[in-house]
């Protein structure tokens, strides 16, 4: 027992020690900035798999029809089902920029368990140009994006280009909670890793790549029946020797209201995702959670108390055994909990210039940064205890392997 309090107060350390580490790699990173001028504009053919809509997927799709960009560009929407209520959103956007090559096509084939990929396999079949680009439906894009996105694909190193998304619109709660996840912590533990190794997988708001290197790791079709298909295409193509870079500019995900049990099951949908594609940093990545662990030095401290004024009073002498360790963690923790909350804070601030002014660009409540902590400790724990998900309302058994059943 009197181990505990330093095995708990070395956790608490640490994971500040890794907080700072992940807010100075962020610091490093240079987010938002801009290409000032570039006469690289290669021909990209942009894939939208689509399922559903709500009152923001106008406007997110018609942000891909508004680029400003001189190379050429061709639009496809793929969808399962023409009664799908999206198709009438499309329909309109294509009427009313006649001018952009952009195209609804049905992809009835059901070819894999994954119904995204399933419907990427059926639109790279159309895919004109050489560049090929994967976006969801629920991104929206500034009218530079493009320019912005190809340099680093001047490169033929580059195998792969993808960015940082954010949650613009987080209308609940418990999207707010989501917010912390996504807009502080997610885009700058991202760089941290990049700091020990490239990257060897993608993001999967937009990912820019080459049709020879699709081609390469056997297309679209060689993982249809994966979950992770961002994972799946990035790791593969650096498996090939191939470098994936992150474009500065940083893309919005426009969502529907979600309430708390909403973003449980997304939330553990990731996390059993990344724990079965880095099963072995998933595991120690609970070590960063710089909420939970002094909380749970104060806890045991509190909790041994009572053995520890034994062992001081019988084998110490007449001291104040109280004074080893409760005053070190009481002081202690409302200090890690504060400068938690100011490093989740500026990175969200950070995290949101240069947005449109129609987003809501204010950082989370202060209060929901422990919470998340905590709440994500309940998740990284129910990561271990189950191989289920639920995605796009379909509930699917997560194999070892990556693959749905």
């Known amino acids: ?39 690289f504009s290669p021909a990209i053919s942009i894939l939208k798999p ?15 029809l508004k680029q400003n960009y001189a190379g050429q560009i061709q639009i496809l929407f793929g969808v399962a089902d023409a009664s799908d209520a999206v198709c009438k959103i499309v329909g309109e956007l294509l009427q009313k920029f006649p001018q952009v090559d952009a195209q609804l096509v049905i992809c009835p084939e059901n070819l894999g368990t994954n119904a995204k990929v399933s419907t990427l396999v059926q639109l790279e079949k159309l895919a004109k140009h050489d560049l090929v680009l994967v976006s969801d439906a629920d991104v929206r894009v500034p009218t530079d994006f493009f320019s912005n996105a190809v340099a680093a694909l001047h490169d033929e190193k580059v195998g ?14 418990a999207m707010q909670w989501e917010v912390v996840a996504i807009n502080a912590d997610f885009w700058s533990q991202v760089l941290q890793s990049q700091t ?28 249809v029946n994966s979950l992770a298909d961002d994972y799946q295409l990035g790791n593969r193509i650096a498996k090939k020797n191939y470098r994936i870079e992150l474009c500065p500019i940083v893309v919005e995900c426009w969502e529907p209201k979600k309430n708390w049990h909403d973003i449980w099951k997304h939330q553990l949908r990731w996390a059993r995702t990344i724990r079965v594609c880095q099963p072995l940093p998933y595991f120690f990545s609970i070590l960063s959670n710089a909420t939970l662990w002094p909380v749970m030095w104060l806890a045991v401290v509190e909790f041994v108390r009572p053995e520890l004024i ?16 409760c005053p070190t963690a009481l002081a202690a923790l409302p200090i890690f ?15 949101a210039i240069n947005h449109q002014p129609s987003t809501i660009n204010r950082a989370a409540p202060f209060w929901l940064v ?12 129910c990561a271990f205890t189950g191989n289920t998900v639920e995605w796009r309302g379909r509930k699917m058994k997560l194999r070892r392997d990556g693959t749905l059943e």
């Open 337 to 351: 909990l504060l400068l938690r909350i100011i490093v989740a804070q500026n990175l969200q601030r950070r995290y």
């Open 310 to 325: 034994v062992f001081f009073t019988e084998y110490r002498g007449n001291i104040e055994a109280n004074g080893f360790c």
């Open 160 to 173: 792969l280009v993808n960015c940082f998304y954010r949650l613009a619109n987080p209308a609940t709660a």
């Open 196 to 223: 020990l190794k490239p990257l060897d997988f993608a993001l999967g708001a937009v990912m820019l790549t080459r049709r020879k290197i699709l081609g390469e790791i056997g297309g679209f079709k060689s993982f």
């Open 370 to 381: 422990p919470v998340k902590d905590l709440l994500q400790a309940a998740i990284w724990f």
């Open 50 to 64: 689509l399922k559903g809509c709500d009152e923001t997927t106008s406007d997110s799709l018609e942000s891909w």
């Open 1 to 39: 027992m009197i181990y505990l309090n330093f095995i708990f107060g070395t956790l608490a350390i640490l994971s500040f020690a890794l907080l700072l580490w992940q807010f100075l790699a962020a610091k490093k990173f240079p987010l938002h900035q801009k290409i000032a001028g570039s006469n």
